[in-house]
């Protein structure tokens, strides 16, 4: 078998692709990055698990190879909040309440401000660079080539 130093960038972007996709989504069902688990929630809801009442977020995370690596994106607003953590807002819309009184008083629209702890699912780490190494070097077998050979090269 000749080596095609095209074909086989390609197949390691390819698989990593792949192994880092199905990593990533177990993330969710490991409640955690790997082996660091998130941060509870405030409070329980009796609606899903943790980053999953509606399971939306996960299926919408993807992975595409772009360039010399793997991109992954999500075309929900709120992901890159919650993998990284942060600030921030959540309209409210005017509405009335009641005092313990009984008077009615309507409240204004307004934003809340709020922080997210960070419960990340996609990134780099140890067992991430662990996965790409295990990718290269099961391409690199094909060809008879260890790592270590083709980083001399």
Excluded: C
Excluded at 1 to 20: F, H, Q, S
Excluded at 104 to 115: C, E, I, L, P, S
Excluded at 124 to 148: A, S
Aim: glycine share 8%; charged share 30%.
């Amino acid at each position: 078998m000749t080596l095609d130093a095209n074909k086989l960038k390609a197949d390691i972007l390819d698989d990593m692709r792949v192994d880092l996709s199905e990593e990533f989504d177990r993330n969710f069902e490991r409640k955690g990055f790997f082996s660091d688990k998130w941060k509870p929630r405030a409070h329980d809801y009796p609606r899903g698990s943790l980053l999953m009442v509606s399971g939306a977020m996960r299926r919408s995370t993807q992975g595409e190879v772009s360039g010399d690596g793997v991109r992954f994106f999500s075309a929900m607003p709120y992901t890159s909040l919650h993998n990284e953590g942060g600030t921030g807002y959540k309209m409210v819309k005017a509405h009335t309440r009641r005092s313990k009184k009984g008077k009615v008083y309507t409240v204004r629209a307004h934003q809340r401000k709020f922080n997210m702890p960070q419960r990340q699912f996609i990134g780099d780490g140890p067992e991430t660079q662990r996965i790409i190494r295990g990718v290269i070097d099961d391409n690199l077998q094909r060809f008879n080539l260890h790592l270590t050979d083709f980083l001399r090269q």
